[in-house]
């Protein structure tokens, strides 16, 4: 049981470019989120999807999409990275909305 | 949107000492106040959660306490350990709509 698991790791991208970060859940999970963590600024909600099908917008939603593949994975691409999107990234899920989040291993971003 | 405030932004006791962090929240809508706890390096875990139907919860050192006509609510730790040291983040949520404070670094010394 590997509960959330991202992809990749750690990513260097030049200002511009695209990129698509992975993730996937194991627990049967009704919702997923995106979030990012800039320092002392704590966690901000990308995107959410409350279940499979639908997706909607969080606190910071600008320069990224998500797609809610399957019940299991939610991905979000940055079309045209900038430097403001250098941050570490959160992929979480829970069983439904008033449930604990269980967080990925976050993803730590570099663009230049 | 939402808005969640937190303080302390960092706190610092000794061993065997009470810790509290107290945070603010706008939206009177928000139904699910979490807390997680965050090491260095690592991914946040949950350590305590309270839905707004519910005014006090407690588990072994840790309680939270929920205000909802103030709309506030704060974390206590007793009996504090070295190990209790790392960032602790509240958060509000309405639905799936979940925002974070800021984050209290507490550090516990021996």
């Known amino acids: 049981n590997a509960g959330v698991t991202q992809t990749p790791k750690f990513q260097v991208l030049k200002t511009g470019q695209s990129m698509t970060l992975q993730c996937a859940q194991d627990m049967n999970h009704n919702s997923m989120y995106w979030y990012r963590q800039d320092p002392g600024m704590g966690l901000r909600l990308i995107y959410y999807s409350a279940s499979e099908g639908t997706t909607d917008k969080g606190e910071v939603p600008n320069g990224y999409n998500v797609s809610r593949l399957n019940k299991r994975e939610f991905s979000l691409r940055l079309e045209s990275a900038a430097p403001s999107q250098t941050s570490v990234y959160f992929c979480?899920?829970?069983?439904?909305?008033?449930?604990?989040?269980?967080f990925g291993p976050g993803t730590r971003l570099t663009v230049t | 949107g939402e808005n969640v405030e937190q303080h302390p932004s960092t706190l610092s006791v000794q061993e065997g000492d009470s810790a509290v962090i107290k945070c603010t929240y706008s939206d009177s809508a928000s139904n699910y106040f979490p807390w997680y706890k965050q090491e260095l390096g690592k991914r946040p875990q949950l350590i305590i959660d309270?839905?707004?139907?519910?005014g006090e919860k407690k588990d072994q050192r840790i309680a939270v306490t929920l205000n909802k006509t103030a709309k506030h609510f704060s974390l206590h730790i007793t009996e504090t350990q070295p190990e209790d040291s790392a960032v602790y983040f509240c958060a509000a949520s309405r639905n799936n709509d979940m925002r974070f404070g800021a984050g209290t670094r507490l550090t516990v010394k021996p």
């Open positions: 979480a899920s829970s069983e439904a909305s008033l449930d604990e989040q269980y």
């Open positions: 309270i839905r707004s139907n519910v």
